[in-house]
């Protein structure tokens, strides 16, 4: 389990636009915001990025650099992109089994013909500039998610109260 104030796992990952996305190579003036989502298959997740999509302006205004990714395969990432309203929205795909334990996050095995044989479970996580863990937020199911306006106003307290990173004891 990664704590707050510890470095986080190095992430490269292959991006729907057919570029590529390193989590070293963030610049970022506060946070990079790594949205994990299940996949295509997850209605949850569709309105949770598409929500997403719509509110980058006010993540960017903030500070935040936003990806989303998961561990589909480039053919189902693509045709996510397709079929959700998320075209603004960076998405990777990829992510292996191994690398989203790495970042703690859960795994199931599909119970449904449409759910791939393994993937991850959601997962939210605020990460500073030196590359260390701020916040997190990991669900066992694709319900109970952080919501947007939520982390928009808790950024702003963040940066107004320069509150510091909690829970790594």
Known sequence: MIKPRQEVPDLKLELINDTQWNLEAQQVENFTMLVFY??????????????????????SDRGVNIIAASCDSEKLAKKTAEEWDITALPVGYGLSIEEAREWGLFISEGIKDEEPEQFSEPGLFLVRPDKTLYAASVQTMPFARPKLDDLLKAIDFIKKKDYPARGEA
């Open 38 to 59: 299940r996949g295509l298959h997850c209605p949850e997740c569709k309105k949770q990025l598409e929500a997403l999509a719509n509110k980058l302006e006010d993540f």
